[in-house]
């Protein structure tokens, strides 16, 4: 439009512009009966899920969390901000009994870490192999990995209606 009306060029071809980006993926995310059917495993790998599902962390972040950043219904982490400051984490309802259930085995052993708590393997690498691929076979969505459980979280968030700013500074 400068060009066109500095007279350096006699068409406005910012007319024939769009700005509509094309979508390079669908991000998979698990459906509410997919976490139903997890909330009724007896899989370990299901407490995970669920605690994955309800804060929208990064998979291989929670395998990392110091249990001292641990509290009642949020834990402090993940990957610091571009401020260098840690996140502020709650967890969401779905996951709140998964999360203390391993939070107090974690207590109880003296671990170091919230995962120290968790009944399946504690390197996450292993989870994302073994437990968390016997998970979705059990529900029958093969296929999806445990950041799956991240676009969950932002999607129902967003459905939900949160506040864009917050979502942001959760995840």
Not at 32 to 56: E, H, M
Not at 66 to 92: H, N, Q
Not at 99 to 127: C, F, P
């Amino acid at each position: 439009r400068w060009a066109y009306e500095e007279g350096i060029t006699l068409t406005n071809n910012a007319d024939n512009l769009t700005t509509a980006a094309k979508q390079l993926s669908v991000r998979e995310t698990l459906l509410d009966a997919d976490i139903k059917a997890i909330k009724k495993s007896k899989l370990p790998a299901a407490d995970i899920a669920l605690i994955l599902v309800s804060c929208g962390c990064r998979p291989g972040e929670l395998f990392k969390v110091p249990l001292a950043d641990c509290f009642d219904d949020y834990f402090v982490g993940g990957s610091k901000t571009e401020a260098g400051k840690d996140r502020v984490i709650p967890i969401g309802s779905d996951g709140l009994d998964a999360y203390q259930r391993i939070r107090t085995e974690a207590i109880g052993k003296g671990s170091d870490l919230l995962i120290g708590g968790y009944k399946g393997s504690h390197v996450y690498s292993n989870y994302a192999k073994r437990e968390w691929k016997a998970l979705m076979a059990e529900i029958g969505r093969e296929g999806r990995t445990p950041y799956t459980c991240r676009h969950t979280f932002i999607t129902n968030a967003i459905r939900a209606g949160m506040d864009l700013p917050v979502l942001e500074a959760i995840v």
